[in-house]
């Protein structure tokens, strides 16, 4: 009995320890907005950051952008679960920022202002266009922000000990999730009205250094404890995994055989359609492409993309070591039973190696708390920017020059801008909280699959093809946006699975969990067929957006 009561005074030590430490993180990535906010005067201050920011700033804030919640505990989960199969996450988020650097910063920073958009109507009616825009760009964000939310959800979980069977201040487990997501929405609304371009900015950067000193000190930590052997690192995992030497071998996740001929097919098919959504996606988020913006000139905007690939390649080294290491260390079950998803793997990791080196329940619970700390304004700082670059474009593109026709005051942009972010975080939280049995990094690549469906097709029409003309960019962007978010919803994501939204429904009928395969293809094709059938040529706008986007002439 005694034991039990230390024990638990114990826990209740490490939770407030945990807690306070976490609440400080917070606290200064928000002096951190309001002090930007206090900075942030014009509408180019509140989208673009008044073209401030260095390369290795910008590259910094690109990099903080992308290791999002999917990178960090997503993709740790998905190693730590699944061994080899986990890591093609990682693999496919790196080779996708080639696609971004070789075809789109430079050409976009050139061609743009604030949005996607801007490159877009440079060259055709003005109007539909950025209706079309506008609205793709509010479809991924969500997509994007669902995966951050129950991220989020998982991580302040174990921050606070909950786990299915426990209460927390009167809340069951599940209750006390949503609570969190419900929180989580409300701060990053917060860090968008108040901050802007800039707080957002400026907060990515300080996160983007905290993750990688994070990952790199677990990873070190992983390695001493093995003494640098990686062969006793992947034994220990594989052993400790409960899948034996399949866990170090393709096939635990995708391309499984399957009891049928076709079930094999469509298991060996999703693994393409993701690899497909990863390496092409990138090159058409909304949240990246808004950062091109941020830098004074197109020779910037490249040098911070190679940044931000060293930044994150490093960062995708450490993924491995946190995922093999936290199975070996933490184990399977233990990770399932805290997150059926695995989303917690890297800050489990933390807390027991905080529990060798650093003394206890009590170093546990410290580098528990300065890990989930990270993830946390790693999540909310993703959060951010998503968030403001679904609010800029219903703003800027929607509200300022479809409504208005380009006579909306900067202050009414911006105004609409704070009201958008709070109605897209909303829509957001609710979603969120359907997907919780969902990985992190795999509801990222739904996000990626409807970016390269919808936004990447016109993009690169737009650049590069002189025929290219409004009735292309509607079908380009209508057709990938629809069909990919029609397949994801007929898929087993949605119903008929167990960590599907609605588990106890089935209407799912698409068999592969990813859509890219067929949506991305189908964005091409209908952006082809949309320009021919249309009589409209404009060869002139695209000779002047040719210049522009290769020499920077005339860029904003």
Not at 329 to 335: D, F, P, R, T, Y
Request: charged share 10%; hydrophobic share 55%.
């Amino acid at each position: 009995m005694e034991s039990h009561l230390l024990a638990e005074a114990s826990t209740s030590t490490t939770r407030t320890l945990t807690i306070t430490l976490f609440l400080i993180f917070v606290a200064i990535t928000l002096g951190i907005t309001i002090w930007a906010s206090r900075q942030t005067k014009t509408a180019t201050d509140f989208y673009a950051g008044g073209r401030q920011f260095s390369g290795f700033q910008n590259g910094m804030a690109i990099s903080g952008d992308y290791m999002s919640a999917a990178s960090f505990l997503g993709i740790a989960g998905l190693i730590a679960l699944f061994g080899y199969d986990g890591f093609l996450y990682s693999i496919g988020f790196l080779v996708a920022w080639l696609v971004a650097l070789l075809l789109v910063a430079e050409f976009l920073r050139n061609s743009g202002r604030y949005t996607m958009a801007d490159v877009l109507a440079f060259r055709m009616r003005q109007r539909p266009v950025r209706s079309a825009a506008s609205i793709s760009t509010v479809v991924v964000s969500i997509f994007y922000l669902i995966a951050q939310m129950v991220g989020a959800g998982a991580l302040v979980s174990l921050l606070l000990g909950i786990k299915p069977g426990t209460t927390f201040l009167g809340m069951d487990a599940d209750t006390a999730k949503v609570a969190t997501i419900i929180l989580v929405g409300a701060l990053m609304i917060v860090y968008v009205v108040v901050g802007g371009m800039k707080g957002t900015t400026y907060v990515q950067i300080v996160k983007a250094f905290m993750l990688m000193i994070g990952a790199l000190v677990m990873t070190f930590l992983v390695l001493v404890h093995y003494k640098f052997n990686l062969s006793t690192l992947l034994g220990d995992a594989a052993a400790q995994s409960g899948k034996g030497s399949a866990f170090l071998e393709p096939g635990l996740r995708y391309g499984v055989e399957k009891a049928t001929a076709s079930e094999t097919f469509y298991s060996k098919m999703d693994l393409v359609s993701l690899g497909i959504a990863l390496v092409l996606g990138t090159a058409g988020l909304p949240h990246i492409l808004t950062r091109f913006y941020t830098v004074p000139t197109s020779k910037i905007a490249r040098k911070s993309v190679l940044w931000a690939i060293g930044i994150i390649g490093t960062f995708y080294l450490f993924t491995l070591a946190l995922g093999f290491g936290a199975a070996a260390l933490v184990g399977g079950k233990a990770i399932t039973a805290q997150d059926k998803a695995g989303n917690t793997a890297a800050p489990q990791l933390a807390q027991a190696l905080g529990i060798k080196y650093f003394g206890g329940d009590t170093g546990g619970a410290i580098l528990l708390a300065i890990i989930a700390a990270v993830a946390f304004a790693t999540i909310l700082a993703v959060v951010a920017g998503l968030t403001l670059a679904s609010s800029s474009s219903v703003s800027h593109d929607f509200y300022a020059n479809v409504i208005k026709k380009g006579t909306a005051g900067e202050r009414d942009e911006v105004r609409v801008a704070r009201i958008s972010a709070l109605v897209i975080g909303a829509v957001a939280i609710f979603l969120s909280i359907l997907a919780q049995s969902q990985n992190v990094a795999f509801l990222v690549a739904l996000a990626f699959a409807v970016a390269a469906s919808a936004n990447l097709p016109a993009i690169l029409y737009s650049l590069f093809w002189k025929k290219f003309n409004t009735s292309g960019a509607m079908w380009a962007i209508y057709g990938g946006l629809i069909s990919a978010v029609f397949l994801v919803f007929f898929s087993p994501v949605v119903s008929g699975s167990a960590t599907a939204m609605f588990p106890h429904e089935d209407w799912q009928w698409f068999p592969l969990s990813n859509p890219g395969i067929i949506s991305i293809p189908l964005g091409f094709l209908c952006g082809w067929i949309g320009t021919v059938i249309s009589k409209e040529d404009d060869t002139d706008k695209y000779a002047e957006l040719e210049v522009r986007s290769l020499t920077g002439y005339g860029a904003h």
